[in-house]
C-alpha cells in the first residue's frame, strides 16, 4: 500500500477477520491455561465468544504495527495485551445489559449472559473478565516486551477502563437517562462538579435549587435532551461518550504505540486518532439504534429513545448526527498525516469503515 492511502472497506474487512481469527485464537489458549469453575467459565466464554468485530484488540495490534513491522517475538506479546483490552471491554457489556444498567435482553442476537446465566453468574463472570484482563496484560512483559513499557500501559489501561473512563461514563449515561436507582443521582448531586467529571456546568441541585437531586428524576424528556439548556447538552454529551466509550477506544491506539515503542510524535498522533475514531464509533451507534436494521445488529432498535437516553440523534437530528460521525473520522484521518505502511492506510481505512457500518 502506498503511504497516506487509505485501505478500502474490503481490504478492512478482511483485515479485520484475520485479526479476529488471531484474537480469539490466542483468547482461547489463555482462558483455557487458566483455572476457573467450570460454570463461570461457562459464561465468560458464552460473551467472548458471542461475535463481534474485535476493533478495540485489531486498534491495539495495528498501532503496535505503525511505527515498525515488530518482531515476531514482540508481536506475539502486544497479541496477547490486545487480548486483555476485549476481555475488558466484554466485561462491560456483560455489565451494561443488567437490569440495574440498560436492562438488555439480547446482545448479538443471543440473549445477554444474564439471561442465559442468571444475574449473580453474569456480574461474576463480567468481575473474572476483568481481573483476568490485567493478569493477562502484566504478563506480557519478558526480554521482547521491557517491564517499563507493560507498565506504562497497563496504568493507561486501568485509567481508561475506571472512574476517569469507562466505569465513569457509564454512571453519567445513566445520571442522564434515568434508568439509575434514584440513590444515583442523589449521591451525585453537586459532587458531580466537584470531582471535576464535567466541568463548567452547574450541578443537579444548584440549577433546580433542589439539593442532591439529580437531573433526569423531575425533569421531562424535553429538558433531559438539554433542548432549553438546563439538561445535559452537546458538551456534556460528548464528554459523556469520550469517557464510556471513547477512552477504551483511545486506548487501543495508545498502548500499541507504547508497547512498540513508537517516538512521542508516532505515540501523540495515535492517540488523536483514537479519540476521533471514538467520537465517531459513538455517534455512529446512536444513529443505528434508530435507523439500523435489529437482525444486523443482533438486538432491538429504539432502546436508546425508550429510555430516554442523551443522546446525539436526539439533540441533534439523524441528519446532523451523521454530517458530526463524518468529520470525526475525517479527524481521525488527519491526525495520521505523515506515518506510512500498511498499518496506517488500514487504521485510515478503518475510520470510514466505522461510519459506514451497518452493525
Known amino acids: ?38 460454570g463461570l467459565l461457562d459464561a465468560m466464554r458464552y460473551s ?18 505503525v511505527p515498525v513491522p515488530p518482531d515476531p517475538d514482540l508481536a506475539d506479546a502486544v497479541l496477547t ?38 444475574e449473580a453468574a453474569a456480574i461474576l463472570a463480567g468481575d473474572a473478565l476483568l481481573t483476568e484482563a ?31 473512563g469507562m466505569v465513569g461514563g457509564q454512571f453519567l449515561d445513566m445520571l442522564y437517562t434515568g434508568a439509575a436507582n434514584p440513590r444515583l443521582g442523589q449521591a451525585a448531586g453537586a459532587r458531580a462538579v466537584q470531582g471535576g467529571i464535567l466541568p463548567g456546568r452547574a450541578a443537579a441541585g444548584t440549577r433546580s435549587g433542589q439539593s ?59 492517540a488523536r486518532y483514537g479519540t476521533a475514531l471514538g467520537a465517531a464509533f459513538q455517534i455512529t451507534d446512536d444513529i443505528l ?4 436494521d435489529a437482525a444486523l445488529l443482533g438486538k432491538p432498535v429504539g432502546s436508546d429513545g425508550a429510555a430516554r437516553k442523551c ?23 488527519t491526525a495520521l498525516d505523515g506515518l506510512e505502511g500498511e498499518s496506517a492506510a488500514l487504521l485510515r481505512g478503518l475510520a470510514a469503515y466505522v461510519v459506514n457500518r451497518v452493525s
Open 311 to 333: 443522546t446525539y440523534p436526539a439533540l441533534l437530528g439523524l441528519q446532523k448526527s451523521r454530517e458530526s460521525a463524518e468529520q470525526h473520522a475525517e479527524t481521525a484521518v
Open 134 to 164: 490485567f493478569a493477562l496484560a502484566a504478563g506480557c512483559a519478558g526480554p521482547a516486551l521491557p517491564a517499563g513499557r507493560v507498565l506504562r500501559a497497563v496504568a493507561a489501561t486501568a485509567k481508561a477502563a475506571g472512574p476517569a
Open 289 to 292: 439504534d434508530i435507523a439500523g
Open 1 to 38: 500500500m502506498n503511504a497516506q492511502r487509505a485501505a478500502s472497506a474490503e481490504e478492512v474487512g478482511k483485515a479485520l477477520r484475520t485479526e479476529a481469527a488471531r484474537i480469539e485464537a490466542r483468547l482461547d489458549a489463555c482462558l483455557r491455561a487458566g483455572a476457573c469453575p467450570a
Open 81 to 118: 495485551f490486545a487480548c486483555a483490552l476485549e476481555c475488558i471491554h466484554t466485561y462491560s457489556l456483560i455489565h451494561d445489559d443488567l437490569p440495574a444498567m440498560d436492562d438488555d435482553d439480547f446482545r448479538r442476537g443471543k440473549p445477554s449472559c444474564h439471561k442465559q446465566f442468571g
Open 212 to 270: 442532591g437531586a439529580a437531573p433526569r428524576f423531575a425533569q421531562p424528556a424535553s429538558v433531559r435532551a438539554g433542548q432549553n439548556g438546563d439538561g445535559p447538552g452537546l458538551e456534556d454529551l460528548a464528554a459523556m461518550q469520550a469517557m464510556k466509550t471513547g477512552a477504551m477506544l483511545r486506548l487501543p491506539c495508545e498502548v500499541g504505540a507504547v508497547l512498540a515503542g513508537a517516538s512521542p510524535e508516532t505515540a501523540g498522533a495515535l
Open 48 to 65: 467472548l465468544f458471542a461475535g463481534g468485530k474485535r476493533v478495540r484488540p485489531v486498534l491495539c495490534v495495528l498501532s503496535a504495527r
